[in-house]
T-cell receptor, first 120, second 113 residues
Framework: AQTVTQSQPEMSVQEAETVTLSCTYD???????LFWYKQPPSRQMILVIR??????QNATENRFSVNFQKAAKSFSLKISDSQLGDAAMYFC?????????????????FGQGTILTVHP | EAQVTQNPRYLITVTGKKLTVTCSQN?????MSWYRQDPGLGLRQIYY???????DKGDVPEGYKVSRKEKRNFPLILESPSPNQTSLYFC????????????FGNGTRLTVT
């Protein structure tokens, strides 16, 4: 079974600065998808960014970008020019790309989460 | 508006009193799933459904039931709730394509006393 580890329970950053949240995962598959979700205090789950494992190029979405290191099984999230509205819990998630008899397709396996605080 | 609607938002109940949390999506998604969120554990999958009448256990299915009689609805049933089921619950749906993200409901905060 795949596992996702976020080793930083909490992180903090000054407004306008850059912060990187780490995520590692364990898998024997070569085809998979990775996601970062944001959960603000409203507890809504919001998709931040996503990456296909077979794509070498790192995904970017405005101020959010990832550093995808497939060999190291690492998928870190970089937030540039941090804003107060970025304060939230961030979850890294893994989805298998292999339809193993239909039993695992679609499932996202989540990490434990990282609470990000943004200081003005 | 495309959305996953989950109700109720908050629920307080007593041990053993059956309850149902409803979930409905209007995006014609084949895949639906229930997760529970607990501090330090992230989100863990309870049950999922690949399509109508097709459901299967996730990682933590004990004490829960689901049904998928219609494509849009996927209720979560706790036949005899216990205090260890106190948690934040999320319903989610997606297309059956790898990069298709999960769309989440707004969550149900359940307290079992």
């Amino acid at each position: 079974a795949q596992t996702v580890t976020q080793s930083q329970p909490e992180m903090s950053v000054q407004e306008a600065e850059t912060v990187t949240l780490s995520c590692t995962y364990d898998t024997s598959e070569s085809d998979y998808y990775l996601f970062w979700y944001k959960q603000p205090p409203s507890r809504q789950m919001i998709l931040v960014i996503r990456q296909e494992a077979y794509k070498q190029q790192n995904a970017t979405e405005n101020r959010f970008s990832v550093n995808f290191q497939k060999a190291a099984k690492s998928f870190s999230l970089k937030i540039s020019d941090s804003q107060l509205g970025d304060a939230a819990m961030y979850f890294c998630a893994y989805r298998s790309g292999v339809n193993a008899g239909g039993t695992s397709y679609g499932k996202l396996t989540f990490g434990q989460g990282t609470i990000l605080t943004v200081h003005p | 508006e495309a959305q996953v609607t989950q109700n109720p938002r908050y629920l307080i109940t007593v041990t053993g009193k059956k309850l149902t949390v409803t979930c409905s999506q209007n995006m014609n998604h084949e895949y639906m799933s229930w997760y529970r969120q607990d501090p330090g554990l992230g989100l863990r999958q309870i049950y999922y459904s690949m399509n109508v009448e097709v459901t299967d256990k996730g990682d933590v299915p004990e004490g829960y039931k689901v049904s998928r009689k219609e494509k849009r609805n996927f209720p979560l049933i706790l036949e005899s709730p216990s205090p260890n089921q106190t948690s934040l619950y999320f319903c989610a749906s997606s297309l059956r394509r790898g990069l298709s993200p999960l769309h989440f409901g707004n969550g149900t905060r359940l307290t079992v006393t």
